[in-house]
């Protein structure tokens, strides 16, 4: 297991990063400088990263050596249209049950706006003031 770094040290090392990609300021250059001269960890660190890089940039560019054979390209084409189409046909099927299920719900029963005393047989008297219509 590795030492646990401060966290100072920690945002060093992302300034050596930042560094190699010329994104920093004077002044976090400074920083990075005074921390780097007297952390000998972070000095390391900032001279592996430094190698690393450079060895990555100076690299030739690879080329892939082999292409997948047609035979295969079209096998892997099929394969692809199945699933899509048996994707399609239970995404389909999913929705018909939904459907249906929804359409056997039952369907909401109406209310009755006649007063529960009144629908027990109690005489209710009309509103005086609400003309009866006849």
Same mark, same amino acid.
């Given at each position: 297991?590795?030492?646990? %770094? ?25 920083? %990075? ?41 079209? &096998?892997?084409?099929? %394969? ?17 049950? &939904?459907?249906? %299920? ?33």
């Amino acid at each position: 297991m590795g030492a646990v %770094l401060s966290a100072e040290c920690g945002r060093v090392r992302l300034l050596v990063s930042l560094g190699l990609d010329g994104e920093l300021s004077q002044v976090e250059q400074a920083s %990075l400088g005074a921390h780097v001269g007297r952390c000998a960890a972070c000095a390391e660190f900032a001279r592996d990263l430094e190698a690393l890089t450079q060895e990555l940039r100076t690299a030739p560019l690879e080329r892939p050596v082999a292409q997948v054979p047609a035979r295969r390209r079209s &096998a892997l084409r099929t %394969l692809h249209v199945g699933a899509a189409a048996a994707a399609v046909v239970l995404a389909a099927g999913f929705g018909s049950l &939904a459907g249906s %299920l929804n359409s056997q719900a039952p369907t909401a029963t109406r209310v009755s706006t006649t007063p529960f005393f009144a629908q027990a047989g109690t005489h209710v008297l009309p509103n005086p003031s609400r003309p009866i219509a006849v």
